[in-house]
C-alpha cells in the first residue's frame, strides 16, 4: 500500500522553484528521478530533496502547467508538510516577482522580512 501524498500548487516556473530550494537551504537534484517512500515503494519527479529521513524523499513533478508535490509524509519526521509547502511557495513568489521586476527594468534597493514573515521589497526604477 503506498502512502504517497500529493499537493497542487502554483509553482510553474522551474528555474524559480529551484532558487526558491536554494534559498532554503535544501539539498536537492534534477532529472528523471524518483521519490522513495514506505516499504521501498517509489513515484516519479522531476525534482527530488533528500529529508535525511533515510528511505524518505520528497518531489515536484510537473501536473498539467503547475508543479505538484509528493512524497510519503509518514516516514518523513524532521520537516513539516505545511509549513515546507509555505515557505517553498513564498521563496518562488519572492523569486518569480523579483525576477519579473529585473526584467522590466527595475532594480532592487533591499528587501525586509516582517513580523508576520511577510516579504517587503523595494525597488528602483530609472528611467
Known sequence: ???????????????YLKKALDDLKFNWEEGDLEV????????????????????FDIGFRKQGTN?????DWYGIRNIKQEEFVQNVTQ?????????QLEQDGFTFVEDEVLENNTIHL?????T
Not at 1 to 15: L, R
Not at 91 to 99: D, E, F, I, P
Open 67 to 71: 508543479y505538484e508535490v509528493v512524497a
Open 36 to 55: 522513495r517512500g514506505y516499504q521501498g515503494n517509489r513515484t516519479k519527479a522531476e525534482i527530488r530533496i533528500e529529508t535525511g529521513n533515510h528511505g
Open 91 to 99: 521563496r518562488y513568489a519572492y523569486n518569480s516577482v523579483k525576477g
Open 122 to 126: 523595494s525597488v528602483r526604477r530609472m
Open 1 to 15: 500500500m503506498s502512502h504517497f501524498s500529493t499537493i497542487q500548487t502554483k509553482i510553474v516556473a522551474k528555474e
